[in-house]
C-alpha cells in the first residue's frame, strides 16, 4: 500500500464538484424555505394580534370541519342539530308569545335587538371564512414561491455542472496535449 493518493479524473472531479453543488443548492434551499416560513408565522402572528376574534372563530370552524368528518362527529352533530332545531323551536315559540303579549313598542325593539345579534353573528361567520381563506392564500403563496426558487436553483445546477463538465473536458484536452507534446519531446 501507498500513501500516495490515487490519481484524480475528470470524473471524479466532475462528480466531487457536483456533489458539492448540490450540498450548497440544499443549503440555499433550506435557509429561504426557513426564511419564508419565518415570514409567514410573523404575519400569522400580527394577523392575529389585530382580529383576535377572527382567528378564534376561525379555529373553531376548522375544529368543527374536522371533527364533522368523524364518524363520532357526524353522530354527535345530528344528536346537536336535532336538539338545536328543538331548541330553536320552542325558543320561537316561547318569543311568538312573548311578542304577543308585549307592547308594540317592546317588540319593536326586540327586532331591532334579534336583528342585530342575527347580524353580527354572521359577520362573525363572514370573518373567520374570510380568515381562512386568506390563510389559505398565504399557504399556496408561501408553495408557490419555494416551488418556483426550487426550479430556478435546479436551473442553475444544470448549467454549473455543464460548465463544469465543459471545464473538465478543456483541461483534459489540454493534459493530453502538454502529455503528448512531453512525449514527443522526450523521444526527438
Do not use: C, H
Not at 466531487?16 to 443548492?25: C, D, F, G, P
Not at 368528518?69 to 346537536?80: D, V
Not at 327586532?111 to 347580524?119: F, G, K, P, V
Request: zero cysteines; aromatic letters at 2%.
Amino acid at each position: 500500500m501507498s500513501d500516495t493518493p490515487a490519481p484524480s479524473t475528470p470524473d471524479t472531479e466532475r462528480d466531487q464538484l457536483r456533489a458539492k453543488i448540490e450540498a450548497s443548492e440544499r443549503r440555499i434551499a433550506e435557509r429561504t424555505l426557513a426564511d419564508q416560513a419565518k415570514e409567514a408565522a410573523d404575519a400569522a402572528l400580527e394577523y392575529t394580534k389585530e382580529n383576535p376574534l377572527k382567528v378564534v372563530g376561525g379555529a373553531v370552524a376548522i375544529g368543527l370541519l374536522i371533527g364533522l368528518m368523524t364518524n363520532p362527529g357526524r353522530r354527535f352533530a345530528s344528536r346537536a342539530a336535532t336538539g338545536t332545531a328543538a331548541a330553536v323551536s320552542g325558543a320561537a315559540a316561547s318569543t311568538t308569545r312573548a311578542a304577543k303579549n308585549a307592547t308594540a313598542e317592546g317588540s319593536r325593539l326586540g327586532n331591532l335587538i334579534s336583528d342585530a345579534i342575527i347580524a353580527f353573528g354572521i359577520k362573525l361567520m363572514d370573518d373567520a371564512m374570510d380568515a381562512g381563506r386568506a390563510g389559505k392564500d398565504a399557504l399556496e403563496d408561501a408553495g408557490d414561491s419555494a416551488a418556483a426558487r426550487a426550479r430556478a436553483l435546479r436551473r442553475e445546477a444544470s448549467y454549473l455542472a455543464g460548465s463544469a463538465a465543459d471545464k473538465g473536458r478543456t483541461a483534459a484536452r489540454r493534459s493530453r496535449r502538454k502529455a503528448s507534446r512531453a512525449v514527443r519531446d522526450l523521444t526527438n
